[in-house]
């Protein structure tokens, strides 16, 4: 029952999931969207017997999110990924659409480029996901297994980038003398708090202490070298939880390219184009020309 797949359904296009692409790009909307989601899924499992459960803490604030239990192991469900997962936003959206129409409910979502405008929107539209949070979010019907299917698919794709680095991370980065990583479990929620997929083992220069450094591998709409440059990279993350992140590692599939940044924040800039955010790293900060990534 719980791990249910829903193979046939198609992917969006990026036209198609640019709204909510843009708003989990922005931090505020993307806290609403976290602290929403978590208050609906509570109040449809925290009742359940053995359905909610704390997997880690975080800044020493609890996180709970939808479990169950699988052979005595209890197993983050991959649920608890929508509300960062643009493609299964706006497959909840426009399930929800459709359920205001069945109903006789005029209502309209106007989202644009200003973030202000965009959070009173989600704060709108997630009052009515918690009115139809039983239609949407229960796992008595069909479309819950729907929208686990397009978080399946996203933590599946990442697990194929960090899979890779593991396996060529001396190729990637030549220092390097070692590479520390647990078995990502699906649905396990480590990465979305602690920003590290992996650590690498480098030796100081200075002190020959061999030291531990925290690795993010992201997949990226794109990274461009524009004629400053600099690179311009479209990326969803919220940078200044990757404070102790020593490596930035991203994966252009469309281009099949990895580019390896140094995390250094005064040389990381947040701009905007066309109301969606896009992060410049100083040329400085490329540990090597791009890299040709085999699929």
């Not at 979502?109 to 989600?122: E, G, T």
């Not at 990442?158 to 991370?169: H, S, W």
């Amino acid at each position: 029952m719980y791990n249910k797949r829903i193979l046939h359904l198609s992917n969006y296009t990026e036209e198609e999931t640019n709204v909510f692409d843009m708003c989990v790009s922005e931090s505020i909307i993307k806290s609403e969207i976290i602290d929403s989601m978590s208050k609906i899924l509570g109040s449809i499992y925290e009742h359940q017997d053995g359905r909610w459960g704390l997997r880690l803490t975080r800044e020493e604030k609890p996180y709970y999110g939808v479990v169950y239990n699988y052979n005595g192991i209890t197993i983050w469900c991959h649920i608890n990924r929508l509300n960062t997962n643009y493609t299964a936003l706006t497959h909840l959206y426009n399930k929800l659409i459709s359920l205001l129409k069945r109903d006789g409910i005029d209502e309209i979502f106007n989202f644009n480029n200003d973030k202000y405008n965009n959070l009173n929107v989600i704060r709108k539209m997630m009052k009515f996901v918690m009115i139809y949070k039983d239609e949407l979010l229960s796992d008595k019907n069909d479309f819950y297994f729907e929208l686990e299917e397009y978080c399946i698919r996203s933590w599946e794709q990442g697990q194929k980038y960090t899979k890779d680095f593991i396996k060529n991370y001396k190729k990637y980065i030549p220092e390097s003398l070692g590479i520390e990583s647990n078995d990502d479990l699906p649905g396990d929620p480590s990465d979305m708090f602690n920003g590290f997929d992996c650590l690498l083992l480098i030796e100081s220069p200075k002190t020959k202490e061999i030291k531990k450094h925290g690795t993010q591998i992201k997949g990226v709409k794109w990274c461009q070298l524009r004629e400053d440059g600099n690179y311009y990279v479209r990326v969803s993350m919220k940078i200044e939880k990757y404070w102790d992140v020593k490596f930035f590692v991203f994966y252009d599939n469309k281009k099949n390219e990895i580019f390896i940044f140094k995390n250094k924040p005064s040389l990381i800039q947040t701009l905007y184009e066309e109301g969606v955010k896009v992060f410049l790293f100083n040329k400085s900060l490329l540990c090597k020309p791009k890299i040709e990534y085999v699929k």
